[in-house]
């Protein structure tokens, strides 16, 4: 089993729809979750950090749940441009070695 | 402000020659990382440095691959010699704190003939 597991893509939708991404983690120790996205052939960027309370930023909204070991993301309202492969993020216990989920591609089409 | 610059952007060298990649972190960020992507697969860690110190190398492939931090400020990856697996985007990140958000530079692109 992978220490990150995201769904696999690609999810194609239309603009203006809202799309959910989920993502579950292995270590029960992990201490940090984070969403970032990457374009093709970009480096990866930030887009939220995830907290157990949850956190929204515009029009995304990042949920943990720590006794699932699951985190979610969604985003309302879709764009073109967020179009993008978004990738779960964990630090390990004590923030130690970064695991990355290999990444759901999204499509939002006209 | 500047974020993580990393030198060369890309990189092609042939099987058994030495190459170094070099990153530049955000000033006054303590925490450096250093990933790799290999075609086709998700983003690998390879080690952490906190200021000059190495605090997590567990992800380096192997003795060929040499990772510095003199001083805490840039750090250099070396792969020596190189072989044609280790082909691949070689990412480095900074961070403020130990578990805070990191952030990337552009990548080295590397390619080993």
């Known amino acids: 089993r992978k220490e990150v597991e995201q769904d696999p893509g690609p999810f194609n939708v239309p603009e203006g729809a809202t799309v959910a991404f989920n993502c579950t983690y292995s270590?029960?120790?992990?201490?940090?979750f984070f969403w970032y996205r990457q374009d093709c052939r970009k480096e990866p960027k930030l887009l939220m950090s995830v907290y157990s309370s949850g956190n929204e930023d515009g029009r995304f909204t990042a949920q943990l749940n720590r006794a699932s070991q699951y985190i979610s993301l969604l985003i309302r309202d879709s764009k073109l441009s967020d179009s993008a492969t978004y990738l779960c993020v964990v630090n390990g216990a004590g923030g130690f070695k970064t695991i990355f989920g290999a990444g759901t591609r999204l499509f939002v089409k006209a | 402000e500047a974020g993580v610059t990393q030198f060369p952007s890309h990189s092609v060298i042939e099987k058994g020659q030495t190459v170094t990649l070099r990153c530049d972190p955000i000033s006054g960020h303590d925490n450096l990382y250093w990933y790799r992507r290999v075609m086709g697969k998700e983003i690998k860690f390879l080690l952490h440095f906190v200021k000059e110190s190495k605090q997590d190398e567990s992800g380096m492939p192997n003795n060929r691959f040499l990772a510095e931090r003199t001083g805490g400020t840039y750090s250099t990856l070396k792969v020596q010699p190189a072989e044609l697996e280790d082909s691949g985007v070689y990412f480095c990140?900074?961070?403020?704190?130990?578990?805070?958000?990191?952030?990337f530079g552009a990548g080295t692109r590397l390619s080993v003939l």
């Open positions: 990140a900074s961070s403020l704190r130990t578990e805070g958000s990191q952030y």
């Open positions: 270590n029960s120790a992990s201490q940090s």
